[in-house]
């Protein structure tokens, strides 16, 4: 059954440096999605992506935070200079042909900055 | 900025028995609503979803109730097995701020079955 996938597991940096998040979305999905769930709250959406732009994108979406689809599989999510507050799971989505479909979820990147 | 509730955060059932998940939703304009189950240290794994327009969905062990003018819905399990031990993740999209993308989701109900 396709999956979505996530690289890495685990990433520790320090505060300030710049991380990139991964995901391989199911092959023939057209939206993508990042949401984060810090320790204790809520998952929370960031933004999604389709056709090549940013469709939406959430509060916590600010400046430091940028998405990519480099090539036909890879979606990304870079944090530009990391807070001790973004420090949560971060989870990778994708759905299928129409807007309001099922999104399906990656096994997350745990992401702690110190 | 509470629109999905899960007001249990936990629930305790015995094998065999039903398990009933509850969730309460502010916003009318949520259209779409997702149930998923989660493990620790993975991701939210998708169970089964309604439709505004429906009032039931069944999948196997698996039904999700909407009751629109309550703005209620509750996802029921029988029977409970011991794998069902999860936290279940209630979450709503719809055409809400002119976006129709995004799930909101509640905090969570760990459910744990009994042997």
């Known amino acids: 059954e396709p999956e979505v996938t996530q690289t890495p597991s685990h990433q520790v940096t320090q505060m300030g440096q710049e991380v990139i998040l991964r995901c391989v979305p199911i092959s023939n999905h057209l939206y993508f999605y990042w949401y984060r769930q810090i320790l204790g709250q809520k998952v929370e959406f960031l933004v999604s992506?389709?056709?090549?732009?940013?469709?939406?994108k959430s509060e916590i979406f600010d400046d430091q935070f940028s998405v990519e689809r480099p090539d036909g599989s890879n979606f990304t999510l870079k944090i530009r200079s990391t807070k001790l507050e973004d420090s949560a799971m971060y989870f990778c989505?994708?759905?299928?042909?129409?807007?309001?479909?099922?999104?399906?979820f990656g096994p997350g990147t745990r992401l702690l900055v110190l | 900025d509470q629109q999905v509730k899960q007001n249990s955060p936990s629930l305790s059932v015995q094998e065999g028995r039903i398990s009933i998940l509850n969730c309460d939703y502010t916003?009318?304009?949520?259209?779409?609503f997702l149930w998923y189950k989660k493990y620790p240290a993975e991701g939210p794994t998708f169970l089964i979803s309604?439709?505004?327009?429906?009032d039931k969905n069944e999948d196997g062990r698996f039904t999700v109730f909407l009751n629109k003018s309550a703005k209620h819905l509750s996802l029921h399990i029988v029977p409970s097995q011991p794998g069902d031990s999860a936290v279940y993740f209630c979450?709503?999209?719809?055409?809400?701020?002119?976006?129709?993308?995004?799930?909101?989701f509640g905090k969570g109900t760990l459910l744990t079955v009994n042997p």
């Open positions: 916003n009318s304009m949520f259209d779409y």
């Open positions: 309604i439709s505004s327009i429906k």
């Open positions: 989505a994708s759905s299928g042909l129409a807007a309001q479909e099922t999104q399906y």
């Open positions: 992506f389709y056709n090549n732009e940013i469709s939406e």
């Open positions: 979450a709503a999209s719809g055409e809400v701020g002119g976006s129709n993308y995004k799930l909101t």
